[in-house]
């Protein structure tokens, strides 16, 4: 009974950390039709910044913030003037966002070197409680506490303001917006902005949680995040949790039980839903 309680916090912790980074990208794509590869390399920047800024300052949450302002720092440059370009051309999208990947990918190299960093948690997230054979690691239960208020905060930004108002009628109808007189291409950059934080908030937690970090995480990660929005449902805010923690969980019970298929019981499970329900697990209007 002990492991499975350990397996399931486990896999919900590593759930929380892809929900983090899947949640901007089908925010992203929900919006703005956008396929972003890119979305991996903020990921990875924000775990880079989170660690170089706690060696710095020794305080978790001013590397989690600058993280974050490392995130929406590049997706604004990301937006302006590698997404404008190539808006309405999927094509077209994924070439220039895969480039830009493997861009901040050896930009890593060159600001931080080329060999693994070593990423610790701060004291007081160290460490674990002990009841019977169970234990809770207290660092997966913060990642879990904070994938949870996150999600709270953005639903309800979606749902009970005038701009989650704004932006979930943009997804459905984005020429009834503008004619409407708002002006779309800020709601988008904004959209774009808390996207990328999303995905280096996301990096920062990740960070302590694998003890190691390494420039070529934002890719891995990043396919992970494209398995989790088109099984939640491309463009479904609640759908990319649900997905990102079915994920979580099975890969956890799959490395533990049957680790021979623990690295294709993803592709397994986006196979069976795109065969019985093509739409995603949640499917979105418009």
């Keep these: 009974m002990g492991s499975i309680i350990n397996l399931i916090i486990n896999g919900f912790a ?18 703005m039709s956008v396929l972003n590869f890119a979305h991996g390399g903020f990921f990875a920047w924000g775990a880079y910044t989170s ?23 590049l997706g604004v440059f990301t937006e302006k003037f590698i997404i404008k370009p190539v808006y309405g051309n999927h094509v077209r999208q994924i ?27 701060p004291s007081y997230l160290s460490g674990s409680w002990e ?8 660092y997966r239960l913060f990642i879990i506490v904070i994938g949870l208020l996150v999600f709270t905060l953005v639903y ?26 708002i002006n779309i291409q800020k709601v988008f950059l904004f959209v774009f902005i808390l996207g990328s934080a999303m995905a280096a908030l996301g990096g920062a937690l990740l960070a302590p949680y694998s003890g190691v970090i390494y420039a070529e995480m934002g890719l891995e990660f990043a396919i992970l995040a494209f398995i989790v929005v088109v099984i939640g449902g491309m463009g479904s805010f609640p759908g990319s949790l649900f997905a990102a923690i079915l994920v979580g969980l099975s890969g956890s019970f799959m490395a533990y039980y049957v680790p021979e298929l623990s690295l294709a019981v ?21």
């Design 51 to 73: 660690v170089w800024l706690f060696g710095l300052t020794n305080n978790f949450l001013i590397a989690i913030l600058g993280a974050m302002l490392a995130g929406a720092i």
């Design 131 to 138: 009841f019977g054979d169970i234990i809770i690691i207290k």
């Design 95 to 121: 070439l220039i966002t895969l480039g830009l990947m493997l861009v901040l990918s050896e930009l890593l190299k060159v600001v931080w070197g080329p060999n693994q960093l070593i990423a610790k948690a």
């Design 156 to 181: 309800l930004l979606l749902k009970k303001t005038k701009l989650g108002l704004i932006v979930r009628a943009g997804v459905i109808n984005k020429e009834m917006v503008q004619a409407l007189g």
């Design 266 to 286: 993803n592709m397994l499970l986006m196979t069976v839903v795109l065969i019985f329900r093509p739409q995603g697990l949640f499917k979105v209007k418009g």
């Design 14 to 31: 590593t759930g929380m950390l892809i929900f983090l980074l899947a949640a901007g990208l089908t925010l992203i794509f929900g919006l």
